[in-house]
């Protein structure tokens, strides 16, 4: 039993499943060693090849039998360490052929190999491989061994660059040989607002990993998001090759028929050393309509208004002016003197002009008509009634039948053109601010009422790219998004609305209509009816009103009035603070790359609603922050890349 085992043992292996045909042919080559040494050798397929061209590095030892068969160990064969070249398939474990006759003595013959492709022209000179044994000095089993290694010559390979002449045309393409390239598609077609996965196959002999993404240029309307290339080998006879699977999830705004174009994947071939283009036939897909649902998907109305709200516009434009003011009002009524000359020098007749002018009323109104338009702008009772016996005085000159001189103008004529000038500026700047943010017809609405809502939405959003606070604007995008089929989407954008507007009534029908939005989200919508810029604005004012009271001497008047002006000031600022991180939500579910790469690794998946907050924008994609669930029910901290198409940008939440 045991001789037999033995024999099993010595017996030749098959090696027609370790050995390649290439590799198999190139064995011929190797010299044989003199008989009775050891010998091993090292060599490439080919001395010289393209860049990205395929070669075979094969190391081959040759071992006298009746040494051997002294030897109390297996030798041991080192192959080298190539750098500097991609190494597709090896066999660096020695397998065993069967033996052959060199002269009159029996060798047993080892063979390593591997399969590589160089990256980068230049000369690549291989290390030489190493086989180690030991010889006993004796026949006693005691006796020490003489440790004895032989080194194979260094072999040298040449890797020749891609001709500069053929670079431009063949631009990123791959070296291989025999390509072919086509579109794969789901039979069925497509259903607008519904994701599929399409897919372009590349076909042929070469390194599969090193070949790139074709250069594709999608039509319009359906959008598009890369997903991981699948490589699926075949070699045939040693040579590498395979298919090589470019898959992407697509989503068509519309009904119709899709045309994807023809794609040119230009390569480089090896054997004819010239530039080949595979091109892929057109492909046509019919994309049916979305599925709506009358109940929670009836058309929303939307309005032609895209006006920024008046006080978000003032504050946010005029901020720092408004605050300079505020801290001005302080110092410059401590500054003040006690007595100032009058500023009308000029004759009576000119202070009651410009009274007149700076009030807007008629030059025959009478004194009592000029006294109740000073009321109704705000002027104290006792200069409006110094006014009222001056206008009488000049009256009673200009008219009577004595005449004499005009009486001189009172001093509390200027406090009140100082405050009739004052709100008629303030007037003027509203009504420019409002003239200059009224309400334009946007295409957007067009192409919403006439069914379009994937045209509307890009329109939409359009306007409030370039106008990030009209309001209005913000709920049309939302209401074109949710006919769309985009649920995610449109909640964000109405979301957005509500920090600007939350007192439209049209948003709240377009919030009662949307039944399907879970309550976690819809209690993000804003609960107090007044907005951050309209706090702030009201803290300002408050604050003048105080400093007013204050001058007049009504200090718990101005004490009560600066006490609230302190909590409206506490919340605006507050909700300012709050809005450094921005808040958005995952429109589907979307896997959380550790790099902007659709080919790397995902830590984790994010359902669709996920809210997230936005840490940074690289080149469609952003690196977000959120929380996913894991078992039970604990949650867990994830930050990471998706496509920025897959994040929906919510307002900050108040």
Known sequence: MIALLLALARAPQDTNLVILPRVRAMLESFPPPRPGDVSIATRFSRDTVWVGEQVEFVTVAW?????????????????????????????????QLPPRMVGHVMYDLWVTYQTIFPLAAGRVEAPPAVLTYGVPTSTS??????????????????ARAIPASLAASLGSGPTARNLSIGWRATAGGLQAGSPAIVELDVTGEGNLTLWPAPDVHWPDGLHVYPEPTDERAAPVLGVIGGQKHFRYTVVADSAGVLAFPAVSYPYFDPRTGT?????????????????????????????????????????????????????????????RRPARRPRFAQPNADAEAALRAA??????????????????????????????????????????PDGGASPDAPAALTRVLDRLRGVTTALVLLLCLAGSLAARQDDGIARYNAGDYAGAARRFAGVVAAHPTAAGTWRNLGAARWMNGDEVGATAAWLHAATLAPRDPLLDVMWARAVSVPPDIRSLAPTVPLTRDEELLLAWALWLVAWTLALKGKRSWALGVGACCLVFAILGVSRWLGDTREIALITAATPVRISPNPATMAEAEFPAWTMIHVRRRVAGWDLIEGSVAGQGGLGSTVAGWVPAAAVAAVAAVD
């Not at 040494?67 to 070249?85: A, F, I, K, M, W």
């Open 63 to 95: 071992f006298p039998r009746p040494l051997r068969d002294r030897l109390r160990h297996q030798p041991v064969l080192t192959s080298p360490s190539l750098n500097g070249l991609w190494s597709a398939r090896a066999q660096l474990t020695p397998v």
């Open 141 to 158: 089993y005691f006796a020490p061994e003489d440790r004895r290694t032989v080194a194979a010559a260094p072999a040298v390979l040449v």
């Open 275 to 335: 530039v080949q283009t595979a091109v892929t036939a057109p492909l046509s897909l019919a994309i049916r309509p979305r599925l709506v649902t009358e109940g929670n998907h009836s058309p929303l109305p939307v309005t032609a208004d895209r006006s920024t709200p008046l006080v978000t516009s003032l504050v946010r434009q005029w901020g720092w002016l408004l605050l300079i003011v505020a801290l001005a009002l302080p110092i410059a009524t401590r500054a």
């Open 359 to 400: 009030l807007g009323t008629p030059v025959d109104a009478g004194p009592d008509h000029v006294v109740a338009a000073l009321r109704a702008r705000g002027v104290p009772r006792d200069d409006a009634e110094l006014v009222r016996r001056w206008l009488t005085a000049l009256t009673r000159v200009r008219y009577g």
